[in-house]
């Protein structure tokens, strides 16, 4: 994986929030959508902090949930490009 | 036609497009009278910005144009009107008024507009010595000529009475007014207390509240059952005379305040700037601000209405909070339970 700095959008938000149940959300402040996201999204999306490279957030990601290193990896990188091809994410930060 | 499906699907904009007022009651929310209203571009704006919001959300609008007094600013009054008219989702359109300046030029302009569904007057009392003390020599008259225009046009009409220490014992009265004037409804809402002097001088006890809001519940059951006129009770506290009416604020949930320089408030009464629409958008502030989502969630209130077994129908009112103890999350100072 290459060691890129990502951060999420300034077109975006990342809330969650406990009500009866914790709800995740990711919203888009400019048009308005509204995504709901699983606990698991909202932890990899959280990580993207405009600091720390993607391996260190993969790092931080496994040691978080502990699964099959070579499948968890596959699928990072899959919700990672997704993330980057809707511009959710954008290369750089700090 | 009132149709709960579509009222369901609501959201409500209280617009103060004008800042500008011939009165100056005592308990206004109001501290100054005299800024330059907006361009018909920046209204525009707004009102563009609330259009496209309802869009993106599926929801269809309910605005109320209000001020300072909309009728200090007819032509723009119009236009607005027109707009929202227009608007495919925008359906049920309100004005606020003192109802001091109504004549039948206005009147007739505003007849064609088939979505406007409501017009709501303030009276403060059921004479004109109640009623003046608190909005002014003349006011009175000025009002109830207002309503009875209004009524020969045909308009549904409503009375907004702001109930405080200085009008408490005529709230009765002011049905009977209602009635005679043959106004549509009526809403009772608690004033909220701006300053430390107007809790002093305005502020109602609980147990005068509770003995008050018995007296019109009572009056209630008497006058629906005899005439058309509807005594609204749909606020916070009301469910603590009767369970089965009353209702949870819609702050923070569907509905949202602008002011007349495009600053955002969740209420006109519980004034927090939250941001203002023409740096911020709508979405923004929706979706980030601490405020609001702290009004969403029920868990974080504080004092009685934390473990209060009527929170789902009630919630107490966060502006009066907010004004009294200092928390929108704290208890209704008024609550009696």
Not at chain 2, 235 to 242: E, F, K, M, S, V
């Amino acid at each position: 994986m290459e060691n890129k700095v990502y951060a999420l959008s300034s077109s975006y938000s990342l809330f969650k929030g406990e009500f009866n149940d914790i709800k995740y959300y990711l919203f888009n402040i400019e048009d308005g959508s509204i995504y709901r996201l699983n606990e698991v999204s909202y932890d990899m999306l959280a990580l993207f902090d405009g600091k720390r490279d993607a391996n260190k957030v993969f790092t931080l990601f496994n040691d978080m949930y502990q699964g099959e290193k070579d499948t968890m990896m596959i699928d990072f990188k899959n919700l990672l490009q997704t993330w980057l091809d809707k511009e959710i994410l954008i290369t750089g930060g700090e | 036609m009132y149709d709960a499906k579509a009222v369901e699907n609501e959201f409500y904009f209280q617009w103060h497009f004008v800042v500008k007022c011939n009165l100056r009651c005592i308990h206004c929310y109001q501290n100054h009278y005299n800024t330059n209203e907006l361009s018909r571009e920046k209204m525009l704006f707004i009102a563009e910005t609330m259009e496209n919001t309802l869009k993106k959300w599926r929801k269809i609008g309910r605005i109320s144009l209000t001020g300072g007094e909309p009728f200090t600013s007819k032509s723009n009054l119009v236009d607005l009107i027109e707009f929202f008219d227009n608007s495919e989702y925008f359906g049920r359109i309100g004005i606020l008024t003192n109802g001091t300046l109504i004549d039948d030029s206005i009147a007739i302009k505003l007849a064609r507009f088939g979505k406007l569904s409501e017009i709501q007057v303030s009276i403060d009392g059921s004479n004109a010595r109640i009623h003046d003390q608190i909005r002014g020599t003349g006011s009175f008259l000025q009002a109830v000529n207002g309503i009875k225009l209004l009524k020969r046009y045909g308009f549904y009409v409503s009375i907004m009475f702001t109930l405080h220490k200085l009008n408490q014992n005529d709230v009765l009265n002011v049905i009977d007014l209602a009635n005679e004037l043959g106004v549509d409804a009526i809403t009772i809402e608690r004033v909220t207390p701006m300053s430390e002097n107007d809790i002093e001088k305005l502020f109602i006890s609980p147990e005068n509240l509770h003995e008050i809001y018995n007296k019109i519940y009572h009056k209630k059951e008497k006058v629906e059952k005899n005439s058309d006129l509807k005594i609204r009770v749909s606020r916070p506290l009301w469910t603590l005379i009767n369970e089965d009416i009353g209702g949870f604020c819609p702050v923070g949930f569907t509905s949202l305040c602008i002011l007349h320089d495009g600053t955002i408030l969740p209420c006109r009464r519980l004034e927090i700037p939250l941001g203002n629409i023409f740096s911020d958008g709508i979405y923004k502030i929706w979706y980030t601000s601490d405020v609001l989502w702290q009004i969403r969630n029920k868990k974080l209130l504080t004092g009685k209405c934390k473990e209060c077994t009527l929170l789902q129908n009630c919630g107490g009112c966060r502006a009066i909070a907010y004004s009294v103890n200092g928390s929108y999350m704290a208890e209704d100072p008024q609550c009696w339970k």
